[in-house]
């Protein structure tokens, strides 16, 4: 078809448009005016309820353009079906007339982030509430596989074997599974929630072999803090068989995929735990406000809270499948808990926080590690 047979048939249904809006205004002039305006500013009030849930971002590509098309289409007071039947044909028309104006989601070279392609956008909208992404710089974008899925068991997965990151369907953009929702209107819970899942990419970014990326300086010492960890700390550890009875424990020598699990779960159910925490501390307001000796306190004194309750303390799920039988879930004891050496690396080279947190943190868990039971030896 020809441009000029497409602009043609463009015209015939502007015309047809305001034809409409013409006879509209003679009925408007006539007995039933007052009919008319009732079912007009009906339809205007449903459209605007309808805005006032949608938010800013989500509006219709038409209202973004500012076209002469879209005010025209503005003024059109049809019935709301008609409303409806009007803008699909008028953005049919905008994609073929003007392709130029249009965002496209496979466009790299926009400066909006591509919603198919999450890592830019996440980085960029961390970046501007003040979150860590340090340590998300350092992984490839393309290492990571997003989905959203309808989860039942968990509220998040994450899967080493193929790096593919799987999040509830809540954590995208309207609940529709397409995009990443705005960090800015996610729940404290559902960011510390997102950061525990990141954490274990970054973890499988270090050991995968398979991106051909060579690593920083500051990945190389967390990946070797990671294998002396798992040679002991994690491999020959006391569990908890029940949960609630921290006095009760059974030895345990963990297979590789296990140890590699605990670790894995242990570090990451800490940064979570930061991320929602300094949140809290802060009221959301990450890039304006910094550290005070009050906030440091108030801190302590959660992390304290959180140690001694065993929020923090990590979990796996049994390799043996027999075992996995009597117990998803196995969560480690507190002799083979988050280790002052532990805290001190993950705030300092992977969330980036300032030494005078990073001593008050580790100061906490030296305290508690004295009152328990030490771990078993490897020896």
């Not at 274990?200 to 970014?205: S, V």
């Not at 190389?220 to 550890?237: G, T």
């Not at 735990?273 to 809290?280: A, F």
Request: proline letters at 6%; aromatic letters at 10%.
């Amino acid at each position: 078809m020809s441009k000029s047979l497409k602009n043609s048939k463009m015209l015939n249904v502007i015309q047809y448009f305001a034809l409409s809006y013409q006879r509209w205004q003679l009925v408007q002039k006539g007995s039933s005016s007052k009919a008319a305006g009732i079912l007009t500013s009906g339809a205007y009030e449903e459209v605007r309820e309808h805005d006032k849930r949608r938010p800013a971002c989500a509006k219709p590509l038409w209202r973004r353009q500012g076209t002469k098309l879209a005010n025209f289409f503005h003024t059109l007071p049809v019935t709301y079906f008609g409303r409806m039947w009007g803008l699909a044909i008028l953005v049919s028309l905008i994609s073929v007339n003007m392709p130029s104006q249009a965002w496209s989601a496979e466009d790299t070279n926009s400066s909006r982030p591509n919603p198919r392609h999450p890592w830019p956008a996440l980085l960029q909208q961390a970046d501007t509430l003040g979150l860590p992404t340090g340590f998300l710089k350092h992984i490839d974008p393309n290492f990571v596989t997003v989905k959203f899925e309808d989860l039942r068991t968990y509220a998040a997965e994450y899967h080493p074997h193929d790096h593919t990151m799987i999040l509830n369907l809540r954590l995208s953009f309207n609940e529709a599974g397409g995009a990443l929702a705005d960090l800015a209107r996610m729940t404290h819970h559902d960011v510390a929630l997102l950061y525990h899942e990141l954490l274990h990419a970054y973890l499988d970014y270090l050991y995968a072999t398979d991106h051909g990326q060579a690593l920083t300086a500051e990945d190389q010492q967390v990946l070797e803090a990671a294998n002396n960890q798992m040679a002991c700390h994690y491999r020959f550890v006391r569990i908890n068989p029940i949960r609630q009875l921290k006095g009760a424990t059974e030895l345990r020598f963990l297979s590789d995929q296990d140890t590699w699990e605990v670790m894995n779960e242990t570090w990451a159910v800490f940064v979570g735990w930061v991320l929602w925490t300094k949140l809290e501390l802060f009221h959301d307001h990450l890039t304006t406000k910094s550290w005070t000796p009050p906030l440091i306190e108030q801190w302590t004194q959660r992390l304290t809270d959180a140690v001694n309750s065993g929020e923090l303390l990590g979990y796996y799920e049994p390799d043996d499948p027999e075992e996995r039988q009597i117990a998803r879930k196995r969560f480690i004891a507190p002799s083979n808990g988050l280790t002052a050496q532990d805290v001190d690396l993950l705030l300092t080279m992977v969330l980036g926080e300032p030494p005078e947190l990073v001593q008050a943190s580790t100061a906490v868990f030296e305290q508690y590690q004295a009152t328990v039971e030490p771990a078993p030896s490897c020896e």
